[in-house]
């Protein structure tokens, strides 16, 4: 009894004095997890409002600082219970945050504009030509020795720092267990991360990421955006504002008139990167001996202003309004259509000119990868498409990709070989930034364009650059009129820019003659071809599609009718409350378009108001 009594005394302060020696132990992690908390919650907010711009007081301590914390916290216990070593984790942790912060930096200082969600997926779609691309705005140095960074990290963790949680296996698949469950609910877009960053509580602006990102920080604002996205094509459509549209009165011209054409003629469009007149900028007086076949196409043709969805960059949204018809408003969620939306058949002008009997062709001197095209052409309509790979090894080439010249011997070899009617979409690349080191071929030429007056010698050296490819960019204009006029055959030609470019250290010193900023401004659009006649018109760039099928003599299915007159509508009552109603009618229409509902919808309104049903799209 004794000997039993003595060996459970042993035991006893045995457990006792390890349970007081494990006390200090556990007390001192627990912390400094929350120091380490703290003090990632307050740089990762110093790193937001310094991407921004802004004074790190802004919103401080509001919902959307503590909820801006929670994914990078995730990463660092993440990190933490792979690694079981607190200082590799922490650095890991600030290093990738501050990564993203400072990619969030360059893309508003070139494009204006946040990382928004969206940006994930050009990583899910990487390809050569991205990361080429991507490689022109970034300095690999500052990669280089992040990466170097990093590596010395794991190598002095591994062979100094002790095991975090020692060898005890439960604290830590109990905290490795709850940060995969709210990573996961924030990677699903769980109902109750939804919840939690609730656009209300955020104080979430759709239609300005800058204020969102201000109001909530850039993580919260991911987050916010994530879980919508898995609701990116579910938004309702407003019947009232769709009949509204319908209903509209049809005054004499609101319509673009439908020339009328011997056979069918070709049609070639041109979508010129990042081109505008920079005649539009204070101090530039005129641009007509830098861009001739822009200004003769304007006033001979059928052409004028328009705006563009999007600036700095992000193409595809243009180009996804001008192939649709669909504006990227009505679905206010998705930033990169071609990657987002996953339909087999995604509606369009496309689609009406294959049924009109023409082979539709689309030209681009990149990567079919590159914004998910090779895809979503196919999706749209396209019968062939054209890409980097198809170009010869000889082709030419001005500034970081191919040439305009070597689009245009691609078209003109397609035009020559069709034995049938052919629609071809092309997409320039040659005037792509970022614009102060963009290569340039002739640099005796560049250095005597005009360039406008008080800008600095950055300013000068990036707005000369930009002009030296949009001037190429003219000259293939009219290399490709002269031999669409050539052939005896009727044609028309169309002709846009994209978006403004991110030229920042122009637009920094330099305003525009309407006193608006960069993002405000409008992209020249012209049709020059058989039959036409001049009108200059102002349009929004889902309206152009009317504009083509018009000109071409294609007798317009009924939701290009729709769209064309409400345009002429939107043109008349700009700036009104009438206007912004025929707006939200047009989205509302895209949205019945793109699910194969406003055949019915048209019906169902005409029976509403007496009318005869209209026929199906």
């Known amino acids: 009894m004794f000997r039993q009594a003595s060996r459970e005394a042993f035991f006893l302060k045995h457990s006792e004095t390890s349970r007081i020696r494990a006390c200090p132990g556990t007390c001192s992690r627990l912390l400094t997890v929350i120091a380490t908390c703290i003090g990632l919650g307050l740089l990762s907010w110093s790193f937001d409002r310094g991407s921004i711009n802004v004074a790190l007081s802004a919103y401080v301590f509001n919902y959307g600082f503590f909820v801006n914390a929670v994914p990078v916290l995730l990463v660092f216990f993440l990190l933490l219970t792979l690694s079981n070593r607190w200082a590799l984790s922490t650095v890991a942790t600030v290093l990738l945050t501050g990564g993203i912060y400072a990619i969030n930096t360059l893309k508003l200082q070139y494009l204006r504009t946040p990382v928004s969600f969206g940006d994930i997926y050009i990583l899910e779609n ?33 062979r100094w720092e002790p095991a975090f949680f020692g060898r005890r296996r439960w604290p830590r698949l109990a905290v490795g267990a709850a940060t995969l469950f709210c990573l996961y609910g924030i990677v699903s877009g769980s109902a109750w991360v939804a919840n939690a960053y609730n656009a209300k509580r955020l104080r979430i602006i759709p239609w300005s990421p800058e204020l969102s990102v201000l109001h909530a920080g850039l993580f919260s604002t991911l987050v916010n955006t994530n879980a919508e996205r898995f609701r990116i094509l579910d938004v309702p459509v407003d019947d009232d504002a769709a009949s509204g549209v319908i209903g509209l009165p049809l005054p004499v011209g609101a319509l673009p008139p439908t020339a009328s054409h011997d056979a069918p003629p070709d049609i070639v469009v041109i979508q010129s990167e990042s081109f505008f007149d920079p005649a539009i900028l204070k101090d530039v007086d005129s641009t007509d001996a830098e861009l001739p076949n822009l200004k003769r196409a304007l006033a001979t043709g059928v052409g004028g202003t328009m705006k563009a969805p999007t600036f700095g960059g992000g193409t595809l949204r243009t180009e996804f309004e001008v192939l649709t018809g669909i504006p990227m ?22 689609h009406v000119v294959h049924d009109a009997g023409y082979e539709a062709i689309a030209i681009h001197g990149n990567g079919g990868g590159f914004w998910n095209r090779s895809k979503a052409f196919k999706a749209i309509g396209f019968d062939q498409f054209v890409t980097a790979a198809d ?28 034995d049938k009617p052919a629609f071809i979409f092309a997409i320039s690349i040659e005037a792509h930034g970022p614009y102060l080191n963009i290569p340039v071929n002739d640099t005796n030429e560049r250095d005597h364009l005009p360039a406008p007056a008080d800008i600095g010698k950055a300013g000068a050296l990036e707005y000369r650059n930009y002009l030296y490819h949009i001037r190429n960019a003219d000259r293939q204009l009219g290399r490709l009129w002269k ?36 993002p405000e401004q409008f992209v020249p659009w012209l049709i020059v071809g058989s039959h036409l006649t001049n009108q200059s018109r102002h349009i929004h760039s889902w309206a152009l599609g009317s504009e083509i099928l018009s000109s071409a003599g294609i007798t317009l299915p009924p939701y290009y009718r729709l769209i064309a007159k409400a345009q002429a509508a939107i043109r ?18 895209a949205r019945l378009y793109m699910n194969g509902e406003l055949g019915s919808f048209m019906k169902h309104a005409s029976k509403e108001n007496g009318h005869a049903p209209a026929k199906s799209p």
Do not use: C
């Open 126 to 158: 990487l390809h050569v030509a991205t990361i080429r691309l991507l490689s022109h705005y970034l300095n690999l140095w500052y990669l280089a020795g992040g990466l170097l960074l990093v590596i010395v990290a794991i190598f002095s963790s591994a």
């Open 572 to 589: 008349a009552q700009r700036g009104t409350a009438e206007a912004e109603a025929t707006e939200q009618g047009v989205y509302s229409l």
């Open 329 to 350: 408003a009505a679905y206010p969620a998705m930033s990169f259509p071609y990657l987002q939306i996953t339909k087999r058949s995604i509606p369009g002008i496309v």
């Open 391 to 418: 170009f010869p090894k000889d082709a030419a080439r001005e500034g970081w990709y191919y040439a305009d010249s070597a689009m245009t011997d691609q078209i003109i070899q397609k035009l020559t070989g069709a």
């Open 483 to 518: 031999f669409l006029a050539s052939r005896n055959r009727p044609y028309i030609l169309v002709f846009y820019g994209d978006h403004l470019p991110g030229l920042q250290q122009v637009y920094s010193a330099a305003g525009f003659d309407n006193g608006g900023s960069a």
